[in-house]
């Protein structure tokens, strides 16, 4: 049995979805759905019950779950001692929003690309919001995102850089972009929110806190399609500041000023603790610790 195979099934068993594993994995999702046949034929019974609308794992393919978690763990281990005596090579996946990209990761990257050119980088961009279901699926090895406020112990975080949770409006011609606002009528200010999230968390506390029920206009993948939205005059929105400053619309945008103020964000790179053994992943924690104590946690300069 393959090992490719097994973490296609492994990665299809976290992800419950075709058409993600697919895309995660870089496989047709034809070739998916041959492969898994195949091993349900190996093995002798189905893995999946799966009809048009979702996908869940039989008794038996809990139990082959198992099975492959413990070959692919032993697999990971086998490779992680032969690369410790020379130099790194192989993968490493990391998933984060294109705002982190372009002002969090490069210093990092670069240092690291620098110090183990044989180590491939695959850079995947996306909603924020969706970082860390990737690394509980199994779909990245390390991804930027928004610390939780109570962090699970199977998640190892290493904060990078604190950001303003701010509301937004767009910005009229000659109105200053930070000042007082006028009071908002709240019930009858539409609402631009992320769909999931850490952001939409804190935003549905504050309105509570308030005793508001907000009208919300969308809910929203993504604080670049917020502020997007925003720009247009659909709404108010809900963005992280650090966002917001790299945002090629931010002359039009302007920062609310609200009581209370919502909690801010501490930004980091987290990783599931597994992955810790992995030297790829020791070393690209290590080369990020050392540049953020470098850089006193701004990573821009």
Same mark, same amino acid.
């Given at each position: 049995?393959?090992?490719?195979?097994?973490?296609?099934?492994?990665?299809?068993?976290?992800?419950?979805?075709?058409?993600?594993?697919?895309?995660?994995?870089?496989?047709?999702?034809?070739?998916?759905?041959?492969?898994?046949?195949?091993?349900?034929?190996?093995?002798?019974?189905?893995?999946?019950?799966?009809?048009?609308?979702?996908?869940?794992?039989?008794?038996?393919?809990?139990?082959?779950?198992?099975?492959?978690?413990?070959?692919?763990?032993?697999?990971?281990?086998?490779?992680?001692?032969?690369?410790?005596?020379?130099?790194?090579?192989?993968?490493?996946?990391?998933?984060?929003?294109?705002?982190?990209?372009?002002?969090?990761? /490069?210093?990092?990257?670069?240092?690291?690309?620098?110090?183990?050119?044989?180590?491939?980088?695959?850079?995947?961009?996306?909603?924020?919001?969706?970082?860390?279901?990737?690394?509980?699926?199994?779909?990245?090895?390390?991804?930027?995102?928004?610390? /939780?406020?109570?962090?699970?112990?199977?998640?190892?975080?290493?904060?990078?850089?604190?950001?303003?949770?701010?509301?937004?409006? #767009?910005?009229?011609?000659?109105?200053?972009?930070?000042?007082?606002?006028?009071?908002?009528?709240?019930?009858?200010?539409?609402?631009?929110?992320?769909?999931?999230?850490?952001?939409?968390?804190?935003?549905?506390?504050?309105?509570?806190?308030?005793?508001?029920? #907000?009208?919300?206009?969308?809910?929203?993948?993504?604080?670049?399609?917020?502020?997007?939205?925003?720009?247009?005059?659909?709404?108010?929105?809900?963005?992280?500041?650090?966002?917001?400053?790299?945002?090629?619309?931010?002359?039009?945008?302007?920062?609310?000023?609200?009581?209370?103020?919502?909690? #801010?964000?501490?930004?980091?790179?987290?990783?599931?603790?597994?992955?810790?053994?992995?030297?790829?992943?020791?070393?690209?924690?290590?080369?990020?610790?050392?540049?953020?104590?470098?850089?006193?946690?701004?990573?821009?300069?």
């Amino acid at each position: 049995m393959e090992i490719r195979v097994l973490q296609l099934f492994n990665h299809l068993a976290g992800s419950l979805h075709f058409g993600r594993t697919s895309r995660a994995m870089n496989v047709t999702p034809s070739a998916l759905t041959r492969t898994i046949q195949r091993l349900e034929e190996e093995v002798g019974e189905p893995l999946f019950v799966r009809d048009n609308r979702s996908v869940t794992t039989t008794p038996a393919g809990e139990r082959f779950r198992e099975y492959a978690e413990e070959v692919l763990r032993g697999w990971q281990e086998l490779q992680n001692d032969l690369a410790r005596d020379e130099a790194l090579r192989g993968d490493i996946s990391i998933y984060c929003s294109v705002t982190a990209a372009y002002s969090i990761l /490069p210093r990092i990257l670069g240092r690291f690309r620098a110090v183990h050119p044989e180590v491939h980088i695959n850079l995947q961009t996306g909603d924020a919001a969706r970082a860390l279901d990737k690394l509980e699926n199994g779909e990245t090895d390390l991804t930027i995102a928004a610390l /939780p406020e109570n962090s699970p112990p199977r998640l190892a975080c290493l904060k990078i850089i604190e950001t303003p949770l701010v509301f937004i409006a #767009p910005r009229a011609a000659g109105e200053p972009d930070h000042g007082a606002t006028p009071p908002i009528d709240w019930q009858q200010t539409p609402v631009i929110m992320a769909d999931q999230g850490l952001s939409r968390e804190r935003a549905e506390r504050w309105f509570a806190e308030k005793k508001v029920v #907000p009208t919300i206009y969308a809910r929203v993948a993504g604080n670049e399609a917020i502020i997007a939205m925003v720009s247009l005059g659909c709404g108010v929105g809900i963005v992280p500041q650090l966002v917001l400053d790299k945002s090629p619309l931010r002359e039009q945008i302007a920062i609310l000023d609200v009581t209370p103020q919502l909690t #801010p964000f501490s930004i980091g790179i987290c990783t599931a603790q597994k992955n810790m053994a992995n030297p790829r992943v020791q070393a690209f924690w290590g080369i990020a610790e050392q540049e953020t104590e470098m850089g006193g946690g701004d990573l821009n300069d």
